[in-house]
Protein backbone atom coordinates (compact mmCIF):
# COMPACT_ATOMS: atom_id res chain seq x y z
CA UNK A 1 0.00 0.00 0.00
CA UNK A 2 0.73 3.16 -0.31
CA UNK A 3 3.44 5.00 2.20
CA UNK A 4 2.83 7.01 4.88
CA UNK A 5 3.19 10.31 4.19
CA UNK A 6 2.81 10.31 0.54
CA UNK A 7 -0.43 12.85 0.02
CA UNK A 8 -2.04 14.05 -2.86
CA UNK A 9 -2.15 17.42 -1.50
CA UNK A 10 -4.23 20.62 -3.05
CA UNK A 11 -1.10 22.38 -4.32
CA UNK A 12 -0.21 19.19 -6.38
CA UNK A 13 -3.87 19.18 -8.14
CA UNK A 14 -3.72 22.64 -8.71
CA UNK A 15 0.03 22.23 -10.62
CA UNK A 16 -2.42 21.05 -13.23
CA UNK A 17 -5.56 22.03 -12.37
CA UNK A 18 -5.26 25.91 -10.94
CA UNK A 19 -8.48 26.84 -10.08
CA UNK A 20 -9.35 22.92 -8.18
CA UNK A 21 -11.07 23.04 -5.11
CA UNK A 22 -12.01 20.29 -2.83
CA UNK A 23 -15.38 18.32 -3.44
CA UNK A 24 -17.09 18.90 -0.08
CA UNK A 25 -15.82 22.65 0.11
CA UNK A 26 -17.15 23.31 -3.74
CA UNK A 27 -20.64 21.78 -2.95
CA UNK A 28 -20.88 23.69 0.57
CA UNK A 29 -20.08 26.96 -1.04
CA UNK A 30 -22.62 26.38 -3.98
CA UNK A 31 -25.02 26.23 -1.16
CA UNK A 32 -23.62 29.22 0.50
CA UNK A 33 -24.46 31.25 -2.87
CA UNK A 34 -27.94 29.45 -3.47
CA UNK A 35 -28.91 30.57 0.08
CA UNK A 36 -27.83 33.60 0.33
CA UNK A 37 -29.32 34.90 -3.85
CA UNK A 38 -32.46 32.43 -3.68
CA UNK A 39 -32.92 31.10 -0.01
CA UNK A 40 -32.90 27.27 -1.31
CA UNK A 41 -31.97 24.75 0.77
CA UNK A 42 -30.34 21.55 -0.25
CA UNK A 43 -33.30 19.50 0.29
CA UNK A 44 -35.24 21.81 -2.01
CA UNK A 45 -32.99 20.64 -4.48
CA UNK A 46 -33.40 18.24 -6.92
CA UNK A 47 -29.44 17.23 -7.70
CA UNK A 48 -29.01 15.62 -11.70
CA UNK A 49 -25.49 14.51 -12.22
CA UNK A 50 -24.00 13.53 -15.61
CA UNK A 51 -20.10 12.11 -14.29
CA UNK A 52 -18.56 8.82 -15.11
CA UNK A 53 -20.04 5.48 -13.36
CA UNK A 54 -16.21 4.72 -12.15
CA UNK A 55 -16.70 3.43 -8.46
CA UNK A 56 -14.12 5.95 -7.36
CA UNK A 57 -16.68 8.68 -8.20
CA UNK A 58 -19.47 6.97 -6.02
CA UNK A 59 -16.43 6.17 -3.36
CA UNK A 60 -15.28 9.80 -3.33
CA UNK A 61 -19.18 11.25 -3.53
CA UNK A 62 -19.35 14.07 -1.35
CA UNK A 63 -21.25 14.01 1.82
CA UNK A 64 -22.15 17.97 1.22
CA UNK A 65 -24.31 16.78 -1.98
CA UNK A 66 -26.24 14.02 -0.59
CA UNK A 67 -28.43 16.73 1.13
CA UNK A 68 -29.72 17.16 -1.90
CA UNK A 69 -33.00 15.05 -3.85
CA UNK A 70 -30.97 12.03 -5.80
CA UNK A 71 -28.83 12.38 -7.46
CA UNK A 72 -30.84 11.38 -10.62
CA UNK A 73 -27.82 9.42 -13.35
CA UNK A 74 -27.58 10.69 -16.33
CA UNK A 75 -24.06 10.22 -17.46
CA UNK A 76 -22.22 6.98 -18.66
CA UNK A 77 -18.84 6.67 -19.10
CA UNK A 78 -16.54 9.60 -18.84
CA UNK A 79 -19.63 11.66 -17.91
CA UNK A 80 -21.09 11.98 -21.19
CA UNK A 81 -25.27 11.86 -20.66
CA UNK A 82 -25.53 9.24 -22.67
CA UNK A 83 -29.19 9.17 -21.03
CA UNK A 84 -30.05 11.94 -22.84
CA UNK A 85 -33.15 14.00 -23.46
CA UNK A 86 -35.52 11.36 -21.82
CA UNK A 87 -33.53 11.04 -18.84
CA UNK A 88 -33.30 15.62 -18.55
CA UNK A 89 -37.05 15.26 -18.69
CA UNK A 90 -37.78 12.98 -16.44
CA UNK A 91 -35.76 14.51 -13.39
CA UNK A 92 -37.52 17.56 -14.08
CA UNK A 93 -40.57 15.93 -13.00
CA UNK A 94 -39.18 15.18 -9.76
CA UNK A 95 -37.89 18.67 -8.50
CA UNK A 96 -40.13 19.15 -5.34
CA UNK A 97 -42.90 22.08 -5.17
CA UNK A 98 -41.41 24.69 -4.68
CA UNK A 99 -38.20 23.39 -5.23
CA UNK A 100 -35.27 24.45 -7.48
CA UNK A 101 -32.61 21.74 -10.03
CA UNK A 102 -29.45 21.48 -10.18
CA UNK A 103 -27.17 19.56 -12.68
CA UNK A 104 -24.08 18.72 -12.57
CA UNK A 105 -21.77 17.06 -15.08
CA UNK A 106 -18.12 16.86 -16.50
CA UNK A 107 -15.01 14.59 -16.83
CA UNK A 108 -12.82 12.61 -14.49
CA UNK A 109 -9.25 12.43 -13.60
CA UNK A 110 -7.10 10.99 -11.83
CA UNK A 111 -4.01 12.94 -10.17
CA UNK A 112 -1.99 9.92 -8.28
CA UNK A 113 0.03 11.03 -5.24
CA UNK A 114 3.12 11.11 -7.07
CA UNK A 115 1.27 14.26 -9.22
CA UNK A 116 0.80 12.02 -12.75
CA UNK A 117 -2.57 12.43 -14.48
CA UNK A 118 -4.45 10.08 -15.32
CA UNK A 119 -3.59 7.73 -12.37
CA UNK A 120 -4.43 7.48 -9.18
CA UNK A 121 -4.24 4.83 -6.17
CA UNK A 122 -7.63 3.08 -6.09
CA UNK A 123 -8.88 1.14 -2.75
CA UNK A 124 -7.09 -1.95 -1.80
CA UNK A 125 -4.59 -1.86 -4.81
CA UNK A 126 -1.10 -1.30 -4.23
CA UNK A 127 -0.08 0.10 -7.39
CA UNK A 128 -1.44 2.88 -9.28
CA UNK A 129 -4.12 2.46 -11.77
CA UNK A 130 -5.79 4.76 -15.00
CA UNK A 131 -8.23 6.91 -14.52
CA UNK A 132 -10.51 8.08 -16.37
CA UNK A 133 -9.86 4.59 -18.10
CA UNK A 134 -12.38 4.96 -20.56
CA UNK A 135 -10.79 8.11 -22.20
CA UNK A 136 -7.16 6.62 -22.00
CA UNK A 137 -8.11 3.64 -23.58
CA UNK A 138 -9.43 5.53 -26.15
CA UNK A 139 -6.87 8.32 -26.63
CA UNK A 140 -4.60 5.05 -26.85
CA UNK A 141 -6.09 3.68 -29.49
CA UNK A 142 -6.43 6.67 -30.98
CA UNK A 143 -2.46 6.68 -30.79
CA UNK A 144 -2.23 3.48 -31.97
CA UNK A 145 -4.97 3.98 -35.32
CA UNK A 146 -7.06 1.46 -34.15
CA UNK A 147 -10.22 4.13 -33.14
CA UNK A 148 -12.75 3.72 -36.58
CA UNK A 149 -15.30 6.30 -37.37
CA UNK A 150 -19.05 5.65 -36.86
CA UNK A 151 -19.05 2.51 -36.03
CA UNK A 152 -22.10 1.57 -33.36
CA UNK A 153 -21.69 -1.87 -31.27
CA UNK A 154 -24.86 -2.27 -29.15
CA UNK A 155 -21.88 -3.86 -26.82
CA UNK A 156 -19.72 -1.02 -26.51
CA UNK A 157 -21.89 1.98 -27.88
CA UNK A 158 -20.75 4.53 -25.00
CA UNK A 159 -16.62 3.83 -25.70
CA UNK A 160 -17.01 4.21 -28.95
CA UNK A 161 -19.07 7.23 -28.59
CA UNK A 162 -16.03 8.44 -26.29
CA UNK A 163 -13.87 7.38 -29.08
CA UNK A 164 -15.32 9.31 -31.91
CA UNK A 165 -15.41 12.63 -29.93
CA UNK A 166 -11.56 11.93 -29.26
CA UNK A 167 -11.55 11.26 -33.19
CA UNK A 168 -12.53 14.62 -34.28
CA UNK A 169 -9.66 16.10 -32.28
CA UNK A 170 -7.05 14.21 -32.51
CA UNK A 171 -4.45 16.54 -34.76
CA UNK A 172 -5.00 18.39 -31.35
CA UNK A 173 -4.36 15.48 -29.11
CA UNK A 174 -1.18 14.46 -31.36
CA UNK A 175 0.07 17.97 -30.61
CA UNK A 176 -0.58 18.15 -26.82
CA UNK A 177 2.52 18.05 -24.27
CA UNK A 178 -0.25 16.30 -21.62
CA UNK A 179 -2.48 13.63 -24.05
CA UNK A 180 -4.67 12.63 -20.82
CA UNK A 181 -5.06 16.30 -19.81
CA UNK A 182 -5.78 16.98 -23.07
CA UNK A 183 -8.20 14.56 -23.73
CA UNK A 184 -10.65 15.16 -20.57
CA UNK A 185 -10.61 19.01 -22.04
CA UNK A 186 -12.07 17.62 -25.27
CA UNK A 187 -14.53 15.26 -23.16
CA UNK A 188 -15.37 18.65 -21.07
CA UNK A 189 -16.12 20.53 -24.07
CA UNK A 190 -18.29 17.77 -25.65
CA UNK A 191 -20.26 17.29 -22.55
CA UNK A 192 -20.98 20.64 -22.18
CA UNK A 193 -22.37 20.79 -25.70
CA UNK A 194 -24.70 18.34 -25.06
CA UNK A 195 -26.05 19.34 -21.70
CA UNK A 196 -26.70 22.72 -23.33
CA UNK A 197 -28.25 21.49 -25.95
CA UNK A 198 -30.19 19.25 -23.86
CA UNK A 199 -31.33 21.61 -21.45
CA UNK A 200 -32.29 23.80 -24.43
CA UNK A 201 -34.89 21.22 -25.49
CA UNK A 202 -35.90 19.85 -22.28
CA UNK A 203 -39.24 20.49 -20.57
CA UNK A 204 -37.85 22.11 -16.99
CA UNK A 205 -41.09 22.69 -15.39
CA UNK A 206 -39.25 25.16 -12.61
CA UNK A 207 -37.91 28.47 -12.59
CA UNK A 208 -34.58 27.79 -10.98
CA UNK A 209 -32.31 25.47 -12.82
CA UNK A 210 -28.21 25.06 -11.41
CA UNK A 211 -25.76 24.58 -14.01
CA UNK A 212 -22.48 23.26 -12.71
CA UNK A 213 -19.52 22.15 -15.47
CA UNK A 214 -16.53 21.16 -13.72
CA UNK A 215 -13.94 18.95 -14.31
CA UNK A 216 -13.63 16.05 -11.38
CA UNK A 217 -10.07 15.57 -10.18
CA UNK A 218 -9.79 12.05 -8.29
CA UNK A 219 -7.24 11.93 -5.79
CA UNK A 220 -5.87 8.69 -3.89
CA UNK A 221 -8.12 6.67 -2.34
CA UNK A 222 -7.08 8.52 1.00
CA UNK A 223 -7.56 12.15 -0.31
CA UNK A 224 -11.31 12.24 -1.96
CA UNK A 225 -12.07 13.93 -5.03
CA UNK A 226 -11.71 17.97 -6.24
CA UNK A 227 -13.80 20.17 -8.49
CA UNK A 228 -12.84 22.39 -10.56
CA UNK A 229 -15.96 24.45 -11.65
CA UNK A 230 -15.93 25.86 -15.70
CA UNK A 231 -19.56 26.67 -15.54
CA UNK A 232 -21.21 27.91 -12.57
CA UNK A 233 -24.62 29.27 -14.03
CA UNK A 234 -28.16 30.35 -12.66
CA UNK A 235 -30.89 29.40 -15.48
CA UNK A 236 -34.42 31.70 -14.72
CA UNK A 237 -36.01 29.61 -16.82
CA UNK A 238 -39.63 32.54 -16.77
CA UNK A 239 -37.15 34.94 -18.08
CA UNK A 240 -35.20 32.89 -19.66
CA UNK A 241 -31.75 34.76 -18.61
CA UNK A 242 -28.67 32.35 -17.27
CA UNK A 243 -26.44 34.67 -14.71
CA UNK A 244 -22.34 33.52 -14.18
CA UNK A 245 -22.14 32.85 -10.81
CA UNK A 246 -18.14 31.43 -11.45
CA UNK A 247 -16.54 34.41 -10.58
CA UNK A 248 -18.06 34.88 -7.22
CA UNK A 249 -17.23 31.22 -6.45
CA UNK A 250 -14.06 31.47 -7.20
CA UNK A 251 -13.61 34.27 -4.80
CA UNK A 252 -15.20 32.64 -1.76
CA UNK A 253 -13.53 29.86 -2.58
CA UNK A 254 -9.74 31.47 -2.62
CA UNK A 255 -10.74 33.36 1.09
CA UNK A 256 -11.54 30.02 2.39
CA UNK A 257 -8.72 27.90 1.35
Request: hydrophobic share 40%; net charge negative; with cysteine.
Amino acid sequence: MKEPGSVTSLDLIRKIYPGANPAEQSVNLLYDIIRQKLDFRPEQILHADSICCDEVNTIQYPAAASKMIGSFKMGGLSGYPFAGLAAMNTAAQHIPEQGAMLISYGPHIGVSHKGIPGELRRTGQSCDSICCGAVISSLQKLKEKLAIPDIHSEDDYQINRVQQILLKSESRLVAAAHPVVEATEVMYEAIDEKIQNLISKSELAVRHVFIAGMILINGDFDQGAYYQYRRLEHFDTVNNTKTSWLKEFNSKAEQNI
